[in-house]
């Protein structure tokens, strides 16, 4: 029993301090989106002060796809080292697993959830041609057109395409979901027409709409966003079905041990506190709190539980 336990207590110090040494060469952090996306913009934003708080290289590497569960998958089944990094998201934590019959990860017991950096809101955005100046004009709108209506949002799986058809659900509305690779793409078909309606994260939406080639409707928050304040909200439009925002943090595969989840998220939070950081953040419309890694696994298992019935109720699937 004595050599057992010295066995064990040997094989913890070597763990602790190998742990307390991480990192020791470069941190990659997938994001579950094409670049150009809330995600892949507040990634690239963190890395650097990230990386001057390490004491090591920090690589974006996007991998989109299958509403977000293709990099979350490869981050799940990464070896719990703290070398591969998710930046998670609603997507591919709080809304794709319930679109499956059998989901490939556990959105809270497949990873090591570090750190919260904040929510996003959505925004229900149209094209100039659209003849409606708010949400129960663009409603009036759809259902007067003889064919199905496409909307675009950021990916199959994203709360945009979730919005959308709990709009569709709720309204007996004739839609069709084009999801895109990220945000990027879909401002292409967006800004020339092609499609007519996309429900997309607001920040990327605001240049656009400042410059006329986009309408804002509606934002999904609760209440108006401070980054677009003409905006009215979908909560005080009576339309709290429709509330929905994107949350962004960091997560680990599970079992990451702790002095790296210490080390983590002491280094995210000096990172998030940078004041160029929270400018440019606050410019992006991410509102952040501060979490201990305790705090961040509840409230994604809060967010997980919270969105299931919608996710079912909508009908929405991902094979």
Known sequence: MRLLLLACTAVLSITTAWAQAWPTKP???????????????????LGAPLQ?????????????????????LEAARAA????????????PISISPAMQDQPRYDPVAGFTHVAYIGSVANVFVVHPSVPAANLR?????????????????????SIGHIVGETLKKDQGLQMEHVGYKGSAPMHND???????????????????????KLRALAVTSPARAPMAPAVPSVAELGQKKLVAENFLGISGPAGLPRPIVERLHA??????????????????????????PEEFTAFVANQVKEWYQPVKDSGAKLN
């Not at 941190?27 to 934003?45: E, K, M, N, Y």
């Not at 719990?80 to 997507?91: Q, R």
């Not at 280094?267 to 201990?292: C, H, W, Y």
């Open 27 to 45: 941190v990659r952090v997938i994001v579950t989106f094409s670049p150009g996306g809330s995600s892949d913009i507040v990634a690239r934003l």
């Open 52 to 72: 001057n708080e390490l004491g090591q290289s920090v690589i974006v590497d996007n991998k989109p796809g299958a509403g977000g569960t293709i990099g979350a």
């Open 190 to 212: 967006l800004l020339s027409g092609t499609i007519k309606l996309a429900i997309d994260t607001l920040p990327q939406n605001v240049p656009f709409m400042k410059d006329g």
């Open 267 to 292: 280094a995210m939070k000096k990172s998030i506190a940078n004041p160029t950081v929270q400018q440019r953040l606050t410019e992006l419309g991410v509102q952040g709190r501060d979490m201990s």
């Open 137 to 157: 004009e663009l409603v009036g709108w759809i259902k007067q057109q003889p064919n199905p209506v496409a909307y675009g949002s950021g990916g199959i799986g």
């Open 80 to 91: 719990p080292d703290g070398y591969t990094l998710l930046l998670s998201n609603s997507a």
